[in-house]
């Protein structure tokens, strides 16, 4: 039995997935949560084979992070994120941290199931629309490398950390952890840091890190 379990922050979609799994014999839905911290602390307790996440839940980063989290559990599950096609900025993000794949929440019920089978026996899935949006945001993304590259030079060595660590989906008190800094500090950072690469949330510095280059490090 596959022990599946999703999170996401519309009612309507928990019912629709809860629905779609319903008739499916060798699928057991164990767990269900509307933001990344309940996920993580969902999917710690209950020890699922496979998870879908959100890709952005109640905060813009909240999916990335919970990922994060959730593969950093002692044998994690395999993770697959929802997504709908106005979110492709977030998609390489994902990926460069361990995601299994990706799934549109309009997916067919048939698909999905063989998705979540799929991704139960260590495979890996990628909605076709989300990969040919994926090639595309790929060319976009090495056009816009140079510029990304050009603003981290702007900044100074430890403002480079901090941005590095936002690319890894840390929150400011483990980047206060990493960099032997108060949380404080690491607020004062952050919120300078955006104020210079002109980003307005964390999740667009993530994506500066991603693109220039600072996630290969």
Known sequence: MIKLMFADDEDLVRSSLRGMMAGAPDIEVVGEANDGRSAVETA?????????????????????????????????????????????????????????????????????????????????????????????????????????????ASLSDREREVVGLIGQGLSNAEIGGKLHLSEATVKGYVSAVLSKIGAANRVQAALLAYRGGLLDQ
């Open 44 to 152: 710690r307790r209950l020890h699922p084979d496979v998870v879908l996440l959100d890709i952005k839940m109640r905060a813009p980063d909240d999916g990335i992070r919970a990922l994060r989290a959730i593969l950093e559990l002692p044998s994690p599950p395999a993770a697959a994120m929802l997504t709908t096609f106005d979110m492709d900025e977030y998609v390489s993000l994902a990926l460069r941290l361990g995601a299994n794949g990706f799934l549109l929440k309009d997916i067919e019920p048939a698909a999905l199931l063989r998705a979540v089978r799929d991704l139960a026996r260590g495979g890996a899935v990628l909605d076709p629309g989300v990969a040919a949006r994926m090639v595309r945001a790929h060319r976009e993304g090495q056009r816009a490398a140079q510029p990304a590259r050009k603003l981290l």
